[in-house]
């Protein structure tokens, strides 16, 4: 549970050493403003504060008290952040000790507010005033941050530190640094955004249950429902050992572009509150240093008994042409080459040239065509057999114009039958009451005939590619009840599809692929996964419940590895499966191997800028799948 601070009162005049005789209603430390709970005692009330100035950044600056006129409370942050709204005057240079007016505030961004506050002193232009003390002072020593600041797994442990200098002596990296993609040069410009742990600390993953954020911030009268309706409800507790690191946060730094598990030492900065995530702002002079050995590991090409079969999301993978019926964005020549090129690379060197790939995130035929040309023109340049890749996408409902496809290694794999299905299927939005098609990008279906090299006989298998509602939304108070309706509706209609098939034929071979938006446990609001499986929560156990609509049951091929290799993809430091390959009992039998190419949840977002590497030609790992031709017993 989130803690509380003991609110100091008798320090509440520390700094008045510093203090102006100005129209400031209360002279208060930084100690006494913060108090020992989330909220100030002095919200909403005009005050000033006296500090040396830690960090700059464009919107405001840091203040800590003095390393000799800290108070005897380890519970109140001795730092806060002054908020300006444009860079801050010069007045406010690092090192600088300033007194400043302003008022108390509260701050959780507009677009978050199931967020812990952020505690600042607010000021105004036209009435509140910053003036110098004293120059070049030395900084306050920083607090090294060591796995014990983490052992009380709260949200807020790190309150206490709140505005102030912290520094890692060793720092392992877990999300790598992000960027802003533009889709239609194919380049990444770095944010210096990235994630890490106290070294030492194992990585953290996406568990299962609600986010303990959107229990905690639910009303009285909420919680005393939710506690009755849902006893057997799991909390992930969001991971509060992540550390969110922004190089570029503070004027005049560089962003450190930094893969996952790389090792960083010597990272020091201010410790803010932002995005669910105590963040630190690099500091501008930071002595760091960076180590990593992480190299892209290729996946094993399977043995002649074996063949193998793919999903993998391309991430917005349009092309250089202008589609008269969509909105797309259009790439120019060379990028669109660049990507070609990245992919094509990914899929012959990784992946070892699948027998079947579902890809999802394709604009149409047209692009899937030229992928596919380009990945057969490649191997036979770089010495390999042609494996003659065929394409195979229908269009379906998706505003962006994005669809799910098949590349078909025909060299080896016969297509007999591709067909889409659940196109037309609707349902009632519960926000608007109109009818919505339930599926944007409708599932399609591969019936396949493999060749077996040793008896040359067909081997034949049903594989159907996914790409289901994303996440956008789902805690969105005004979107949520229409996402999560039709993610679980999707979830239903899949297992009813796979059901009826194992009805119709109990010894077809079926293979589900894809981008499912969803983790191989329930998330406490929807089990995706579960429903297709045939193994829903339990009532009680997860908000939007479903029925068990497969007999017999499937299976995640993600749960029979290992459980730190479970991810296809990290969002905010949390490594989690979202690509899933689910196979049914008839093909249990030939199954041999899983395993994600690690080419691009791992990276920086900077490398999709190297035309001469794989990595980065998308956000998601692609999920292989190894089955041998000679059944298991």
């Known amino acids: 549970m989130i803690t509380k601070k003991r609110i100091v009162t008798s320090l509440a005049l520390a700094a008045c050493v510093f203090c102006f005789p100005a129209f400031a209603q209360k002279d208060l430390s930084i100690a006494a403003i913060q108090g020992d709970k989330n909220v100030s005692p002095y919200e909403n009330e005009t005050v000033r504060v006296t500090g040396v100035v830690t960090a700059r950044t464009r919107t405001g600056f ?15 942050s001795e730092g806060i952040f002054v908020f300006t709204k444009t860079e801050p005057p010069g007045e406010a240079a690092v090192g600088n000790i300033v007194s400043v007016t302003g008022t108390v505030e509260e701050f959780r961004p507009r677009s978050e507010q199931a967020s812990l506050p952020v505690t600042e002193v607010s000021m105004r232009k036209d009435r509140d005033e910053i003036r110098v003390v004293s120059k070049s002072n030395p900084l306050p020593k920083a607090i090294v941050l060591t796995a014990a600041d983490f052992k009380a797994n709260n949200l807020d442990e790190l309150e206490k530190y709140e505005g102030m200098r912290v520094a890692v002596d060793a720092m392992t990296v877990v999300g790598p640094t992000d960027g802003r993609v533009d889709i239609k040069t194919a380049s990444a410009q770095s944010n210096g955004t990235f994630f890490g742990v106290v070294k030492g600390t194992p990585r953290p993953f996406r568990e299962p249950g609600m986010d303990l954020y959107d229990y905690v911030f639910l009303g009285a009268k909420e919680k005393d429902k939710f506690k009755a309706d849902y006893p057997k409800m799991t909390l992930f507790d969001d991971n509060p050992e992540r550390i969110r690191v922004e190089s570029t946060a503070q004027l005049g730094s560089q962003a450190i572009d930094v893969p996952a598990y790389a090792e960083i030492k010597g990272l020091s ?67 669109f080459q660049r990507r070609l090129k990245k992919v094509s690379a990914a899929i012959r060197d990784l992946m070892k040239m699948p027998d079947v790939i579902g890809t999802v995130e394709v604009e149409n035929l047209a692009t899937l065509k030229r992928l596919a040309e380009r990945i057969n023109a490649d191997a036979v340049a770089s010495g390999k057999p042609d494996p003659k890749y ?20 025909s060299s080896r794999v016969k297509a007999v039958e591709v067909k889409q299905f659940g196109k037309d299927d609707k349902f009632k939005n519960p926000n608007t009451g109109e009818d919505n098609f339930l599926n944007d990008r409708p ?53 009813r599809w796979v059901n009826d098939r194992q009805k119709a034929n109990p010894n077809e071979r079926i293979i589900l692929l894809g981008d499912f938006n969803a983790f191989q446990f329930n998330d406490g609001i929807v089990d995706v996964v579960g429903t297709i499986e045939g193994k829903p929560a339990p009532k009680g156990e997860v908000l939007n419940p479903s029925d068990d609509l497969v007999n017999p ?25 979202i690509d899933h390959v689910i196979i049914n009992e008839p093909m249990k039998r030939y199954v041999v191997g899983f395993g994600y190419a690690r080419v691009n949840a791992d990276q920086p977002e900077v490398f999709r800028n190297d035309e001469n590497r794989p990595e980065r030609y998308s956000d998601h790992d692609p999920a292989v799948a190894y089955f041998t031709f000679d059944a298991k017993l």
């Open 553 to 577: 049951d499937l299976a995640d091929l993600v749960d029979s590895i290992s459980q730190n290799s479970r991810y296809s993809y990290s969002f905010d430091g949390n490594a989690q499966a």
């Open 269 to 335: 900065g201010v410790l803010h509150y932002s995005y669910r995530t105590y963040t630190l702002f690099v500091d501008a002079d930071s002595k760091l240093t960076v180590q990593t050995t992480v190299k892209v590991n290729p996946l094993p090409s399977p043995t002649d008994r074996q063949f193998s079969i793919a999903g993998m999301n391309l991430e917005n993978f349009f092309d250089d042409q202008d589609d008269p019926d969509i909105k797309e964005d259009i790439l120019t020549v060379e990028a």
């Open 62 to 76: 840091f203040l800590q008290t003095p390393d000799d006129k800290i108070d005897n409370n380890p519970a109140t």
């Open 443 to 495: 599932p399609l279906m591969l019936r396949a005939a493999i060749s077996d090299p040793k008896t040359n006989q067909p081997f034949e298998v049903t594989v159907v590619v996914n790409h289901l509602k994303s996440f956008l939304g789902y805690n969105d108070p005004k979107q949520q009840d229409n996402v999560r309706t039709k993610k679980r509706l999707q979830a239903e209609f899949l297992a």
């Open 390 to 409: 065929d394409a195979y996408l229908v269009e379906g409902n998706d505003g962006r114009g994005i669809d799910v496809g098949f590349l078909v290694k």
